[in-house]
């Protein structure tokens, strides 16, 4: 029952975030101050006043709706305003501390709320107010524009035919059994070379998680762009069973490669030891939800901060290490991926709790066929997790499942099948 009920919690919350996300761009009511709307829209209150037809010295702490503006003049101006690109604003060699928040955000062609988020400021903070009364050095600074600067571009975009591929030729060996270790292996190591080490940190699974928060919280102005990500990712855990987390990811990948370098027999023994799925469950759980919790501000005192920041083992890939948090947990995963199986992904990563909920409506899944199955536990065994336990025992929230193929292969009556959800279950 009180799975059921977490279950639920957590999907009303992503639907509720994904509708206030889809619900567009209106953002701005007349019953908000003209100082307030001015802020967020990168112009001074006069700036805003005269645009509006209103008097230059009008009161801006006053409701628009209480100086004679409607809703449809305000969206008219709003709509009027140029926002700014990457790559046109002026040269970010002109920003100091002297600037207002709003104003170094233009010239780096980001919005005040992803800045006032890069500098590790409350995103609701005056965006008017100059950089060095924030407590903004000159040093931070830097680091913002260099981060401006840097963003996704590049290649990046290959990731995604890149795991559209990978997955597609997952599904296929599974469906067929001739998902052998070797070709596992083969396609982890592949997926962690290129959509890890070459190709570098974003995006990722985890990442379209954390950014769709953040545009919900108004971090992000491209709002379509990151539901559009994040629903990718989930539309291949739908079609194979978790495979994104199984196959393409590349933290996944080199945790499960690290899992499978041969050891003594003490980390042998060890390793046959699964970690308690209610536990590593609840633990993924909590934090996701005090996750939330402090991005919205309802936990602590500065809306926008992100949790996963501090403990996101991605930044392997770009070898950004300089944060104390990252330089403890980083080494701390990939040490534990010698003993435990995918730990990160059990008991940390975001999108591996909403892919867990997901495998319910996985359109391919591991199948037990009752009449050939003897109860011989040979598939409970062999797999790293409780995944089969579950299953065998017919439970409603089994453990995730990675679809990596060691029950299938460790059966040895043709009891297991990996099916499609058309075809009988023999």
Not at 82 to 94: L, N, Q, V
Not at 131 to 149: D, S, Y
Not at 204 to 211: G, L
Not at 223 to 229: A, T
């Amino acid at each position: 029952m009180k799975c059921h009920v977490s279950i639920a919690f957590l999907l009303t919350l992503i639907l509720l975030v994904v509708s206030s996300v889809l619900a567009g761009p209106v953002q701005y009511g007349v019953d908000m101050s003209l100082r307030q709307i001015a802020h967020d829209a990168g112009l001074t209150g006069r700036e805003l006043a005269e645009l509006l037809g209103l008097e230059g010295s009008v009161d801006k702490d006053a409701a628009l709706a209480e100086l004679g503006i409607t809703q449809q003049q305000l969206e008219t101006v709003l709509d009027g305003i140029p926002r700014p690109e990457p790559g046109i604003e002026e040269e970010s060699t002109g920003i100091d501390t002297g600037m207002t928040l709003q104003e170094a955000a233009h010239t780096m062609g980001m919005t005040g709320k992803e800045l006032a988020h890069v500098l590790g400021l409350p995103v609701d903070v005056d965006k008017q107010s100059p950089l060095k009364e924030l407590g903004v050095t000159e040093e931070k600074l830097q680091e913002a524009t260099k981060h401006a600067e840097e963003g996704e571009g590049g290649l990046s975009w290959l990731k995604y035919p890149f795991w559209i591929l990978v997955c597609t030729l997952a599904v296929f060996l599974l469906l067929k059994g001739r998902a052998s270790k070797a070709l596992y292996l083969s396609t982890l190591s592949l997926s962690l070379a290129l959509t890890g080490f070459l190709l570098g940190k974003p995006p990722n699974p985890m990442e379209s998680v954390v950014k769709l928060f953040k545009a919900a919280v108004g971090i992000y102005p491209d709002i379509g762009v990151k539901v559009m990500g994040f629903a990718f990712f989930c539309l291949l855990a739908v079609v194979g069973n978790k495979i994104i987390c199984g196959w393409g990811c590349p933290f996944g990948a080199l945790q499960e490669l690290l899992f499978e370098t041969p050891m003594g027999s003490a980390v042998k023994r060890l390793r046959k030891k699964k970690l308690p799925f209610k536990w590593t469950n609840m633990i993924r759980t909590v934090t996701f939800a005090v996750f939330v919790l402090l991005i919205f501000g309802l936990l602590g005192s500065q809306k926008g901060f992100v949790l996963y920041h501090y403990i996101n083992p991605f930044n392997l890939f770009d070898f950004d290490l300089a944060m104390v948090s990252i330089m403890i947990s980083v080494p701390v995963f990939v040490l534990a991926s010698f003993l435990f199986y995918r730990g990160f992904c059990q008991c940390i990563c975001p999108f591996g709790i909403i892919s867990w909920l997901l495998e319910k409506i996985s359109l391919t899944r591991v199948t037990i066929n009752r009449i050939k199955c003897t109860g011989c536990m040979a598939c409970v065994q062999a797999c790293p997790l409780e995944a089969m336990k579950g299953r065998m025992g017919d439970r409603s929230w089994p453990a995730d499942c990675f679809s990596c193929a060691r029950c299938l292969r460790a059966c040895s009556y043709d009891a297991l099948d990996y099916k499609t959800i058309w075809q009988a279950d023999g």
